[in-house]
């Protein structure tokens, strides 16, 4: 019927105004890339887009986030077999970036930890998501999250230690990071 095209086709512009700008950080996160984020964001509401009249879940968000987080697991397994190829690396040069709240040292920091790694933090600290919760979204085990979630940690707190100034009056950089 036409007439229901319209409604799914409204239903689903109203909820990409809702929801764009919280994917959008989401996937700035899991990218730390403000190109790869917009490529990713937009992925994802295309894939939505394709099935909302037929596979709606109850809860969309969630559903767009899981399809997120698999669509960049899949840009991640397919850039490291293709950029050993072409000869590259990771992009030299592209600058980096806050989106929204986050400050630019954290993006910054998150650019420095391996990707499963950002992943699982993206959805613990962004996401707000417990351990079962990630290793869902990831499809790997608990184990492997809690591992994931302990070394991004101890990476981040590593480079805060290097990049942010001291708190004032303090004489250790390390009070800084507390």
């Known amino acids: 019927m036409p007439g229901d095209d319209a409604a799914g086709d409204a239903d689903f512009a109203d909820f990409v105004a809702a929801h764009q700008g919280v994917l959008l950080r989401l996937a700035h996160a899991l990218t730390a890339n403000p190109h790869d984020a917009w490529d990713l964001t937009q992925e994802t509401l295309a894939r939505l887009g394709e099935r909302w009249d037929r596979r709606r879940p109850d809860v969309p968000e969630a559903w767009a986030r899981t ?44 650019a420095t930890v391996s990707p499963r790694q950002r992943t699982a933090l993206a959805l613990r600290y962004v996401e707000d998501l417990d351990v079962r919760g990630i290793a869902e979204r990831m499809g790997c085990s608990e184990g492997t999250v809690k591992s994931q979630l302990s070394r991004g940690t101890e990476r981040l707190r590593e480079h805060a230690r290097h990049h942010l100034p001291t708190v004032p009056g303090s004489t250790r950089r390390e009070d800084a990071v507390r």
């Open 67 to 110: 399809v997120m987080v698999r669509l960049n697991i899949d840009r991640v397994r397919r850039l490291r077999r293709e950029l050993p190829l072409l000869g590259g690396g990771e992009r030299a040069g592209t600058p980096v970036q806050h989106a929204g709240e986050a400050e630019g040292w954290l993006v910054e920091a998150l």
